[in-house]
């Protein structure tokens, strides 16, 4: 994706990427089926109520959580509030202009905040201050530093690390009107995984990188709960796929994302908050 | 037993769980556009809308071995049970995006380099299922301007209420069930070019998903080939 | 105005037109005081309070009415508020690109605006359910379909329309503090009816094409109330306009409003609502 | 009898209904612009300033055959009662437009092609007619800058007040009125160039009121020509 | 400045100014420490509380102040507030385009900003009309008419003028519950002045011009409080200053800013508000 | 005796008058970027990178005798106590200028003529002092990326707190101080690159203040110069 990079070599590069392919082998090294390294570290932010910064492979984001109050939405007035929001920092890549949040930006987002929404991770009922009135808002905002493909499960794994290890001051009025201040964990349920990958002819490659999506078919990232469910699903990509393949891919991810949940089950462990 | 599904299997617009709602298409409705539809799909009200292939504009967005491909999908400000601002919104903006894709899936984009193809939705009424309604104005909108496609794209969702997978949810179907699985599909070529989903799925309800999605896809794709067939012979006939 | 067409064949009909004006024809055949043919529809958008799509030839709007509680203007505690907003679809027309709504929208919006407003259409002190603090809002929002001259006439027939046909949900505090809700018509008084015209040279044009427009020195729009007063008016074009071609307007454009009129009347009969 | 004017005909300034407000109109006041003029019409107290015919600038804007001419009129957040938002207004944006068209009417725009002439216009103050009072100093602004015009286009409202068609509202005139329209007016070719009104008029008032706008704006030319007479003596004085 | 300007005049004129700078001397006659003429009038704009027209040589500004009600900010409850903005007007350059402010304009208005803030100026805290609940809000909007440099100190002494002679009705409850109506000034404090001034390699230029500042290696805008202490400042260019230059700098802008005072002083007694 | 000063001289995080926070410098941590640089500046938390210089876009830009340089001072949503908007405050807009002058100070431009050199700053964690920290980060992400200086520029801001010059403010002495000056500072050519100060300063007091800066600078280059040199050797080591 850099622009230094000569057309030429890029061409060279890509003719043996689809080599490789045929080989069930990729340019890295890699099996088609596995991740690159994956470093979580949490509570990277102090000023944050929760923060992860994540890499995987040269691709780095980090999330930071901030949980704050507000008006609950007219028509659930019995919930918390979530808010997500992904920006591509302009040092991310040679490719990015300064400027508003654009399209893959704004799907980023919604992707994530589909994610955990569904898998019903946060329990928005447990961030009731006063029905109708003032609720807790999590703000989960995630800056991507540096990009090299997977956007999408980098800021997902950050946004989940995050929020797992997120605290915050609730404040609950006594019987006897005093107001008590507690440090809690945000209330959560589950840890949903997402896994994204992608189609170059029949192969499948998980975790693809910048250079491996510049040739992709198709994309897709697919969030699982706990129990193996699928909870969201996006396609992306120019290309269409075939229902064999996707049920393939449903297949693989299924098993990847329980090994993505063991890993931060570990971090988070570690992270003693 | 549900509350959107009766112990005859009935949901509450009358429906079985593979049947889709009523849809009229009507090809040809904005004199000005090079291509354009209306269609009709529950209470869903869409005009899509073609200009192109026209010269890139600016220039530096031409590419040199293909066209381009620009999509808006918009929500008229009274489409919507609130009033919606007339400003895009994320939401908007992320269909726009998956729209495009897809049909960046169909078109023959090496046919017409340096030029750039401009797809205009505009959602007079939203009801469930408008994302897919729209790609399959869009195609007949892409079909009336001639561009030259693959295939045509249609789209139908699917979803799960009462615990049970059903074909082509509702607005309050979408609102009160369990999940929404939006899918368009190139019947011909037998590929899905347009796929999300949010909601609780085991492995084997989305498998069962896809399946029925293709299903309600093709009765989709019969109604649009009508709609265009008809078009086409009443265009002869004024002849 | 489609960019389709060579300049060469513009030209011809340019001078095609100006000859035919010469004898009072114009090129579709019409007499110069004729509108083309007019097609009313109402309640076209169930989820709106009123909706109403218009074509002129082939120039074609529609309109939906929104009613909404709000807060009233400071300076205003006893009426209700009134929002115009018209919108060129970009597809309307091969030369519009996608954008913030530009000065041609916003001159649409404020003449619809205040041909309906000074003709006192709506009586807004009709639409108050607290004095100094909630009112009803009547947003009318105008989104043009498809440009072919007269879109003035085109965006205050459909607003008009849609006025007429709306219908919404008033509630009303009873003595023994029950609401009661009613479904009731909104206050009307008059239907105001809007006439563009366009000179070109010595001659006037009622209801101009789009290529008209382009050959026009200057338009004039019109607005008069049920006993033929004038309520609004607005030039545009970019020549001046005499005093006598301005008064032969005025008494050309009454006469119009009035047959106008009479079609608004009975296709808001027809309605039956 | 009525509110606005009293049982003598006068009105709450102390004017006639044929009067209009004291006018002081000053050329060159802004020393970087090509040409320009501060008015002071009532309490309003407004500059205008030109720059060019100048380059087109994106080029793409230019026209092979003829100027264009860009317009912006704009309120100072201290203008008005309350204060304003900097922000340009739809009203501010709808006044930029007649403006621009008004002075297209009146300059030779095929003399300058390719090239662009802009007009800037900011309101210090405002009271009733400021779009009117405006359009007077650009007119005074573009002769300063020495553009080619037809004529000098000047403006001046009319309303109706108590039932009366008077000359030239104030500000509570215009709000307490029943009906305020502003009129440009070019006086040597006798054309109006800018029109605008809302209030309630028989056709009658209407012809009436026009009649009395070209009177009023008679009256203002002649104080445009003087000052900018003015403006040359004492140039031709300095020598 | 002016586009129309050659630039091999421009270049003449440049070798003629170092030339000069040489001899303590400016293109145009003034001393170095010199400002050009000052003109200051109050009470330009009516319908603002306060307002002054500032020409510095061919730099002219206005500045308007509004004073309305408001909320306080939530961590400053018991202050009024105060918002400086400026804007470069269209016609102020041939090189300015319409738009949104620019950075330079936000430079300008932050640097106001602080100098009037942080000199104290404004007695805040006797603006509050209800602590955390409502407060006076004081609004001055500079704009700028035409650029010939050292903006910078017509805006400061154009808002300090306009200040100086705001008056604006103040409500206060009596202990009756009645509302009684005061026309007052606003609470000042001091006069603080910026002094700007530019170095062109050893030399110091108080005032510049623009044709001086398109040569300036740096700027430097200094504000001072009546007792002579600094209390804003801040650096413009792209070139380093060194200390030494600096400390120089400080000491001639101290005596510069006690001279503009004495002229502030004497306008705003004319002035008998 | 006073409140951020105790009566042995000592500050409330334990640090003498003229001393600074704990520092540490990473070189080259934005994989993609041509030079980038993390700074934590006591609480700062700040990444600055480079890409450039590159060919400058749209062209019109560019310069035809030296580089342009664009920079961009933005802080992350999570930096603050409260939750910041995303959208850049003016505050943000300032400190992109005065960063970009003072680079410009330091860069050779006349040696990429027509090219453009992109600076970004982007605070994930902000403590007193960021506009400091951050012009050190980005000299050492310029370093990195090998662009030609005249000397390296480093910050390092001092304040008043209790009536007393001390260096290196923290958020907290910042707040409830009398007076903060962040001061940038090339030590080799012993220039001030800049300088923006609020708070009321007697002219000893500001001398006093200024010395301490550029002392305070020095310190914060010898750390500077220390991460750049170990880099350079762990460079060398890998090979």
Redesign the interface.
Known sequence: ???KKSPIIENLRKTQMIELLSKEKRLDGRSLIDFRPIIIKVG?????NG?AEVSIG?T?V?A???V?TGSPFPDTPDQGLLVV?A?F??????LIE?GP?D?DA??V??VVD?GI??SQMIDLNALVIETGKLVYCV?V?I?I????GNIFDAAFLSAVSALLTTTFERKTVKGDGNIEVQKCKLPTRCIPISISSITIGDSILIDPTEEEESVQDSR?TLTF?DE????????????????EQ??KI??LS?AKAEELRVLVKKVIENAQI | MGKLIDENGIRLDGRRWDEIRPITIEIGVIKNADGSAYIEFGKNKIIAAVYGPREAHPKHLALPDKAIVRCRYHMAPFSTEERKSPQPS??E??I???LR?AM??AIFLEEYPRSIIDVFVEVLQSDGGSRCASITAVSAALADSGISMRDLVVGCAVGKIDGQIVLDLSDYEDKEGEGD?PVAY?PN???????????????EE??KA??LA?LGNKKVYEILKKALIEKYFSMVDEK
Chains 1, 3, 5 share one sequence.
């Open positions: 994706m850099s622009i990277v932010i102090q000023k944050s923060s040269n780095k980090v930071g959580v901030k704050e929001n920006e920092l302009p040092f991310s890549s040679a300064p949040p399209e704004i799907e987002s919604r589909r929404r569904e703000f905002d800056s530093l540096n990009m090299d897709l709960n193996g469910y699928l909870c969201a699903g996006q396609k992306g990509g120019s290309m269409g796929i075939s229902r996707l049920f449903v297949e299924k | 994320r939401r903006i992320e726009s995006l998956v894709r960046e899936s699985m190139m070529l037998d590929k899905i070019v347009l796929l999300q989903f949010d909601g609780i799925f085991s492995e989305f498998k896809i399946d293709i």
